[in-house]
């Protein structure tokens, strides 16, 4: 029997600020996830946070994009938006885009990540949690977990990695999608996921047999909203060890921070950094942007966890680093390259000074000067 995994995301208010979420907020979404397990709509659930984001963690034999888990999902983060109302939470239901749900919660605000699997002998999965950042911050680390034995050693060693592994890339402005092959299509997959901007990785599978491996949230609120609402706070579903990464090798990437986009009303750039659940609680500049990550055992449908993996002091230079580059980043105050560039900004206030300013701008002459004999400027 097939088992599915569905992680459903939303950022529905905060608590203060966009820094947390409030214990009210949180409760009333538990209880409407609990009442659909109770009824058999799903067979377990766990409910992350992560800065003003909501992740509900959740396994049932409905399948992917299961009309009746999504709906679930949908009213856990309604009920939950009418307590935050009630506690004028800050941008409350900011995430949900439409006033009634239609069948599906892709394309209505929430970020979903879901994959579908038989439930191996043993079946560690990590399931990685972002705030203040987009789906591209899972590109380089899916691509160093997949794909660079540098970090994987298992790639070199392991008989059932060896083959390499399949990326499922998607144009986020088009939606066109396109799969390539590693290590074979290497040098083309890295063309594509290093523009961040642009490409994003949706899922990752094992070449010998096509086995899922990794499965990421997509949306992009701004694309769907046509304005800002927020950043797209995304999640990301590992599945680890006996063909997969081992845990070791899945984290291995966060101990090396980069740097995402995001932070600051999602228009900065900056470290992404790994926390343990009590410190996903992003306040310097609304950042700098975060990741939790929660590892789980299942058996037979049921989620055992979560394993707090970053709550581990060998990420504690990382952390160290994300303070230093975020201190460098911060002297650029609103210049480039801390403030994204233009193309990025077109759902925030850039458009509306351009349309405001338009006609006062005007096609600069420039003259050539004129030089004497002499090879010096001539008046």
């Not at 058999?40 to 959740?58: N, P, T």
């Not at 769907?224 to 997969?244: E, H, N």
Request: aromatic share 8%; with cysteine.
């Amino acid at each position: 029997m097939k088992l599915t995994l569905s992680v459903i995301k939303a950022d529905i208010g905060g608590f203060v600020g966009h820094s947390s979420v409030h214990k009210d907020v949180l409760a009333k979404v538990k209880e409407v996830a609990e009442d659909g397990k109770d009824k058999g709509i799903i067979r377990d659930v766990s409910v992350l946070v992560c800065g003003d984001d909501i992740a509900l963690v959740m396994t049932h034999t409905k399948g992917v994009d299961s009309s009746e888990v999504h709906e679930l999902a949908w009213n856990a983060f309604k009920e939950g938006t009418e307590v935050a109302k009630k506690l004028k939470m800050y941008g409350a239901g900011q995430d949900l885009l439409a006033e009634a749900f239609s069948g599906n919660v892709k394309g209505m605000g929430p970020g979903i990540a879901e994959m579908e699997f038989v439930e191996r002998k043993s079946e560690p999965v990590i399931v990685f949690f972002a705030d203040k950042t987009s789906p591209s911050a899972w590109n380089l680390p899916l691509y160093e977990m997949f794909a660079d034995p540098m970090n994987t050693a298992g790639l070199v060693i392991d008989p059932s990695m060896h083959e390499g592994f399949i990326f499922d890339v998607m144009d986020a402005y088009t939606g066109m999608g396109i799969q390539l092959k590693t290590p074979e299509e290497l040098y083309d997959l890295l063309v594509f996921i290093g523009a961040t901007s642009r490409y994003v990785v949706r899922a990752v599978y094992r070449k010998s047999d096509g086995e899922i491996a990794a499965a990421a949230s997509t949306q992009k609120l701004s694309f769907m909203a046509g304005r800002y609402v927020g950043k797209d706070d995304p999640v990301l579903i590992v599945r680890a060890q006996s063909g997969f990464p081992a845990v070791g090798e899945i984290l291995e990437p966060f101990a090396r921070p980069w740097l995402v986009e995001g932070w600051m009303r999602g228009s900065h750039t900056g470290p992404l950094m790994p926390v343990a659940f009590k410190n996903a609680k992003p306040t310097r500049f609304d950042g700098p942007p975060r990741v939790i990550a929660a590892g789980y055992q299942i058996a037979d449908g049921y989620l055992i966890g979560p394993s707090d993996l970053f709550d581990d002091p060998a990420f504690d230079h990382a952390r160290e680093e994300c303070n230093k580059m975020a201190n460098i980043l911060r002297r650029q105050g609103i210049f480039e390259p801390h403030r994204l560039p233009p193309e990025e900004m077109e759902y925030t206030t850039l458009p509306k000074v351009l349309e405001k300013l338009k006609d006062r701008f005007k096609l600069v002459e420039t003259k050539k000067p004129k030089f004497s004999s002499e090879g010096e400027i001539a008046e």
